[in-house]
Each structure stands twice: as C-alpha cells, then as structure tokens.
C-alpha cells in the first residue's frame, strides 16, 4: 500500500557551489548522485563522464543570461518526482496527492520569492509561455479596446505576440529608449490611452542588463485599471521582487534563468484578474493552464526560488564585483572596446561589450576555442548577422553594434576565470584586427 503522507515541504541542505560531477567510484550511492545519472546506461559511459568533468573545468561560461546551470541541490530535489514518485498530481489516490503536496510547496516557494500568495502563482513552461499567456489572456479585459503599450526592447517572446496583435489590427506603441538603454518613463505613461489594453515592458533587459524601473512605469497604467505585464525572466531569482508592493497585474518568471530546470517557468496573476487560458484541456493550475504538470520541474523551481532567496545577498555581491572587474579591466586594455548600457541602472551579471570594427561572430568563435562561452545579444538569434534590435533601439552605430559581445555571469564563475578572460581577450582581439 502507498504510505507517503504529505506532511512537511521538504527542505534540501546548502549546497556550495562546486562545478564538478562525481564519476560513479567516487559517489556515495550509485543512486544518490548526479554523476551516477549521468553515467547509467551509456557505453563507455565512466570515460564520457571524465571528458565532460574535464571541459567542465576548463570551460568558462559566460553565457548566464541563455541558461544557467542547475544547483547540485535542485537536481537533488527533482530526482525522486522522476524515478519513483511519477504519480500525477491530478489523481485523487494518496500517490496522486503527495506530488500534489509537493508542489503546492513550490508554489509557496515560488510565491516567496516575488512576495506573492501561493493562490497567484500559475505553472508554465517557462518565459515564453508565461509571457503569451500574459499578454494574451488579458486582452479579455477590455475586449473593445485596441492599443498595446510596450518597448522597443522586449525578448522576442514579447515582441512577436504584439507584432502577431499588430498584424491583427491592434495598434502597438514601442516605446523608444536612449543611448544607454534607458526609458523616459514620463514619456512611456503619456502614451497610455483611454484605449489602452495592456501595458508590458521587459524588467533586465537580457542583452544589456538594463533594468527599467517597475514602479515609475506600471504605476499610471495600474491606476487606471490598464493590466501591466512585466517580463521578469532575468530579473527573479537575482533581483528582489516584491509583487506586493510593485503595481502590477501580471509578472513572467522562467525557472531555468535563476539555477532551476528549462522548461519550467510561471505567471504571477494578481489576484481577481480575469485571464483568458491559452491552453486547453483538464482544470489544471486553477484552470487557467491545462495539461499535466511538469511535477519534477516545478519541484525544482521552487528548490531554486529557495536558494535564490537564501543566498541573494552574497551572490549578488560576489558576482556584481566579479562583473565589474571584467568590465574595467576589458576596458582598459582594450581602447576600442565599449560597454553598452554603461551608465543606465543595471543587473550585476551582465555586461554587454562591444569591439567596434569586429564581427562578434568572429570574437566569440575564437573565445569559445579558447574555452569561454558568451554570447552576442539573445541565443535565440545568434548566428542571425542582424545587428540586435535592443542595440539599434540604443541608436547603436552599425558597425559597433555588430562587435556586440554578451559576457553573463552567475555564482559558479570564479575570479580566477575572469582573470583568464582578461588575460585571453586582448591577444585574440589582436589577431582579429590584423586579419580586418
Ligand atoms: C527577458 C526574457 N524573457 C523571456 C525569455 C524566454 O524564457 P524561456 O527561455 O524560459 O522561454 C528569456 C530567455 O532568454 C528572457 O531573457
């Protein structure tokens, strides 16, 4: 007989950050680590995991704002919900009903860490999901009204649903940005309209780290009852968040942004807000999202949100100096080189470097030969030679928004690692600008 109670949220120790996977000998059970996964069932499976542990440690990445890796404690979490307690959450049976316990424990955790009620929170599969769920089911709000207000700086997740509203006959307002990626907020809520569906701006930005101001941005639109989405995809688990304070309606998180798992993300809905669901079937997440929960991985965001909320402070400070460190040294040894953003408000992990006259695809080739993985401006539209739109928005010159590079940094780097970036960039920079 099924005997597990729901009792008591499970709570995972700390956990220092440690970049390296134990090989099957060195784990303590051949089910309790991660590295004991990772080797079952693959041939030659004990050499792969050497190779793996080995670019491991050579591997700078740099490249936080695209992913992030997964904290050996959230992995702990997640592994019973994908081994033996596969029931769903659905099922009225005791097995059904402590995955359900479980995951109302992340709700709560979920909920804590952008001061929400439990009751607010809506699981999806991530930003992108929680984005078009947000900026579509509220239109239902104000179904005769037609105007969109938003940024000329959004994640394509925003920008393609209210190019998509655009096409439909919606009229979108993308408010411009200055030089350093800041918004004239003034100017923003003096485009709000008695028309106005929606208000829905991006909070980091994930190309510049720029962070608008929530409060002197939502706070018109709020007043007069305009629904306000705000893209927090990079902003949660980094930045405090306090939905109980911030004058919003609507707030998009992705689990795989702040050390939890991909595929996994949820909407903050205010309370008594009408939402439309987007995806259809059963009743589930209060019937504002059907369709089986991703019990593992909402387990593992709410561990993340946990160790979000409990270590904030010191990563923040750590990986603020970090990130700083790159940026004055970058700048110091390499006279062409400019940081975008440089004098707006900005995340402490990102820093947005660009090389005038280089192609960043040429630059981050040669880094990532040299071990360091960063990006230019979104993954999504790496390899596109479109200079970024967040950068043309920054009325960015060309030919210095095509030498764009995006370093991203996270708890895991070290100084040693940026000391080797530092030591690296400046040789290989030379070699592309003798080949130009
Ligand atoms: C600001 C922002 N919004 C939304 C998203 C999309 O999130 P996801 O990858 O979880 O769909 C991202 C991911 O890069 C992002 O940076």
């Known amino acids: 007989m099924y005997q597990k109670q729901g009792g008591r949220c499970r709570s995972q120790p700390p956990t220092a950050p440690d970049r390296r996977v134990d090989t099957p000998a060195e784990a303590s059970s051949p089910l309790s680590s991660h590295g004991a ?24 990445y740099l490249d936080n704002n695209a992913t992030t890796r997964v904290l050996p404690e959230v992995v702990e979490a997640m592994l019973p919900f994908l081994r033996e307690e596969y ?39 991530g930003g992108t999901e929680s984005i078009n769920l947000a900026i579509r089911g509220s239109l239902d709000i104000h179904p005769t009204r037609r105007h969109v207000l938003t940024t000329a700086v959004e994640h394509p997740a925003g920008l393609r649903v209210t190019e998509q509203l655009k096409a439909r006959g919606y009229e979108v307002d993308y ?55 705000v893209d927090a995809a990079q902003s949660a688990g980094k930045l405090a968040i306090d939905v109980s304070s911030w004058p919003v ?29 987007q995806i259809l079937g059963g009743g589930q997440e209060g019937e504002r999202r059907g369709g089986t929960e991703n019990a593992a991985g909402i387990i593992g965001m709410g561990a993340a949100a946990e160790a979000a909320m409990r270590d904030r402070e010191q990563i923040t400070q750590q990986v603020g100096a970090m990130r700083d460190l790159l940026e004055s040294e970058v700048l110091r040894l390499v006279p062409f080189a400019q940081v975008n953003g440089l004098g707006a408000d900005r995340i402490y992990n990102t820093s947005n470097i660009s090389f005038a006259g280089l192609e960043a695809e040429a630059i981050l080739i040669l880094l990532s030969e040299a071990g360091i993985c960063a990006s230019s401006g979104a993954a999504c539209s790496s390899g596109s030679l479109e200079p970024s739109h ?40 030379s070699k592309l600008t003798a080949l130009t």
């Open 37 to 60: 996964r990772l080797a079952d069932g693959v041939n030659g499976a004990e050499s792969a995991l050497q190779m793996y542990n080995t670019m491991m440690e050579t591997v700078v």
């Open 87 to 125: 029931a769903n959450p659905s099922s009225v049976h005791q097995f059904g009903q402590f995955i359900r316990h479980q995951m109302e424990c992340a709700r709560g955790q979920v909920a804590r860490l952008i001061g929400a009620q439990p009751r607010e929170i809506v699981f999806t599969s």
């Open 175 to 229: 408010v411009a940005v200055d030089r350093e990626g800041r918004i004239d907020e003034e100017e923003w809520s003096a485009r709000l309209t008695d028309r106005t569906a929606l208000a829905t701006f991006i909070h980091a930005n994930n190309e510049t780290g720029v962070v608008f101001d929530v409060e002197r941005m939502a706070r018109a639109a709020f007043e007069r009852q305009i629904p306000v989405h």
């Open 249 to 277: 309606t609507l707030v998009s998180l992705a689990a795989h942004k702040f050390h939890g798992p991909k595929g996994v993300g949820a909407l903050y809905v205010r309370r008594r807000t009408r939402l439309t669901p």
């Open 390 to 429: 967040v950068l043309q928005a920054m009325g960015i010159d060309e030919k210095i928004a095509h030498g764009a590079i995006r370093f991203s940094l996270s708890r895991f780097n070290t100084r040693e690692e940026i000391d080797s970036v530092v030591e690296t960039l400046p040789g290989l920079l």
